[in-house]
C-alpha cells in the first residue's frame, strides 16, 4: 500500500515534554515537508527537506526539530520550546524537480 | 477569495450548481501553481495545476483560470456535489522545482442539497 503515513493520529503532550511525530513515505520522493495548520487557517511550513542528510528551516521553525537520515522517514520533534504546540501537522513529500506534494493524512497534536 | 483572521471565507451552492473559488497569489515572480482540496480532519488532494504559460487548464468537472496581469487564481467546480464540500486552498512557487509551495488561507465550499 503505497503512500505517506503518518503517526500517531492523535497525541497529547504535557508541559515541558518533546514528542516526536513519525512521517513515512514509500514513493520514492526526494523531498518531505512539515506543515502546521491552525484552525480556520492555511498551512505554514516548519521545516523541509530536498536530500538525505540535509533539511532547511520553514517560516516557523522555532520550537521544532527534524532529521533525514534515511530517505523514506522525516520525522518532527516538537520540543518543550514550542510555547503553543496545539494543531494539527501535516507531512507531505514530493519530487525535487517537480512541485507538486502529496500529504498523509495528519496528526493532531494536543497538550494536556 | 481570501482573507486575514481566523475564520475562512465560505462559499454556499446549491448542489447541480458551478462553483468559483478564487485565489489572488501574492508574488509576481511565481510561475506555478496548485489547487488542493482538503476534507475535515485530512490531509490536502492535489486538484489540478497550472503553469504561467498557460491560462486555462480543464480536468474532470474542475477548470483553473490564470490571470497573470491581477495576480488572480480560480478554481471551477462544474455541478458541484455534496462531495465537493471542503476547504480549497491555492498554492504557488516558481518552478524550479527547489522552492517550497507557498498556501494561501482557504475557502471553505458548502454544498446545500
Known amino acids: 500500500d503505497g503512500g505517506i503515513t503518518q503517526s500517531p493520529k492523535y497525541l497529547f503532550r504535557k508541559e515541558g515534554q518533546n514528542v516526536t511525530l513519525s512521517c513515512e513515505q514509500n514513493l520514492n520522493h526526494d523531498a518531505m515537508y512539515w506543515y502546521r495548520q491552525d484552525p480556520g487557517q492555511g498551512l505554514r511550513l516548519i521545516y523541509y527537506s530536498q536530500i538525505v542528510n540535509d533539511f532547511q528551516k520553514g517560516d516557523i521553525a522555532e520550537g521544532y526539530s527534524v532529521s533525514r537520515e534515511k530517505k523514506e522517514s522525516f520525522p518532527l520533534t516538537v520540543t518543550s520550546a514550542q510555547k503553543n504546540p496545539t494543531a494539527f501537522y501535516l507531512c507531505?513529500?514530493?519530487?525535487?524537480?517537480?512541485?507538486?506534494?502529496?500529504f498523509g493524512a495528519g496528526t493532531r497534536l494536543s497538550v494536556l | 477569495g481570501e482573507s486575514v483572521g481566523l475564520h475562512l471565507p465560505t462559499l454556499s451552492v446549491q448542489e447541480g450548481d458551478n462553483s468559483i473559488i478564487n485565489c489572488a497569489y501574492s508574488n509576481s515572480a511565481s510561475d506555478y501553481f496548485i489547487w488542493y482540496k482538503q476534507e475535515s480532519g485530512k490531509g490536502p488532494q492535489f486538484i489540478i495545476d497550472?503553469?504561467?504559460?498557460?491560462d486555462k487548464r480543464q480536468g474532470q468537472r474542475v477548470t483553473v483560470l490564470l490571470n497573470k496581469t491581477v495576480k488572480h487564481l480560480s478554481l471551477q467546480i462544474a455541478a458541484t456535489q455534496p462531495g465537493d464540500s471542503a476547504v480549497y486552498f491555492c498554492?504557488?512557487?516558481?518552478?524550479?522545482?527547489?522552492?517550497?509551495?507557498?498556501f494561501g488561507k482557504g475557502t471553505r465550499l458548502s454544498v446545500i442539497a
Open positions: 507531505a513529500s514530493g519530487f525535487r524537480s517537480l512541485n507538486i506534494q502529496y
Open positions: 497550472i503553469r504561467s504559460n498557460m
Open positions: 498554492a504557488e512557487t516558481s518552478n524550479s522545482g527547489n522552492t517550497p509551495l507557498v
